[in-house]
């Protein structure tokens, strides 16, 4: 087995967001007059998409028009001050990683908007070799990252928090690292069994 691209989630795996995002699903449940509930029980509730978090709570309707209700309440949240922090060794990782000679991606489910500033104001924009969020299918979104790479499913690797992303690493045909860090714990990561688990993002370096 050869890792030649490592391929990024970017909320709980390189940015920490959770509050943020907390913050913008109860003015979304609030908006649609559902019942909110605290940080910790909302925790173990999220699920892939804003979209999808909605659904489990009762709300549909059109997804672009809820995905930009999503977009408006985080920035609110932001604006407040309730900012998205980067965790302390992602730039570290970058380095090593592209001294390696790999390819680094992002593959989210982040407004593509605040993924790109995120990733600016964090200095870690130079070392993408492409970026792409707003993702509402993260299987074929990582097929078709690999595919605009030229590069081989099963030579790369997803890297996210929840067992949503492993289960997408799989079903892309990739290999799959479940971090510790972000919206899901090691318990429920583990049960998904992927290829490998992070208890914190410089891990990595222990399997590249």
Not at 5 to 16: E, K, L
Not at 24 to 42: C, G, H, I, Q, V
Request: aromatic share 10%; proline share 4%.
């Amino acid at each position: 087995m050869k890792i030649d691209t490592v391929i990024f989630d970017w909320s709980g795996v390189i940015s920490d967001d959770r509050k943020p995002v907390y913050e913008a699903n109860m003015s979304l449940l609030r908006y649609f007059e559902k019942p909110t509930m605290d940080f910790e029980e909302w925790l173990p509730k999220t699920t892939m998409t804003p979209i999808e978090f909605l659904a489990d709570n009762g709300v549909y309707g059109d997804r672009e028009k809820l995905f930009g209700l999503f977009k408006k309440y985080l920035d609110d949240a932001i604006i407040a001050g309730i900012v998205p922090t980067v965790y302390a060794d992602a730039a570290d990782v970058f380095t090593y990683l592209k001294n390696k000679g790999l390819t680094i991606a992002i593959l989210s489910s982040h407004p593509p908007e605040n993924l790109t500033e995120e990733a600016e104001k964090y200095k870690l924009k130079s070392f993408l070799d492409f970026i792409k969020g707003g993702s509402k299918n993260k299987t074929e979104g990582l097929k078709s990252v690999c595919e605009k790479l030229g590069k081989n499913q099963e030579n790369a690797l997803y890297v996210g928090d929840t067992v949503y992303d492993i289960q997408a690493a799989k079903g892309a045909g990739l290999l799959s690292a479940g971090i510790c860090t972000g919206y899901h714990t090691k318990d429920r990561l583990l049960k998904e069994k992927p290829d490998f688990i992070l208890n914190i993002l410089s891990d990595i370096k222990k399997i590249i």
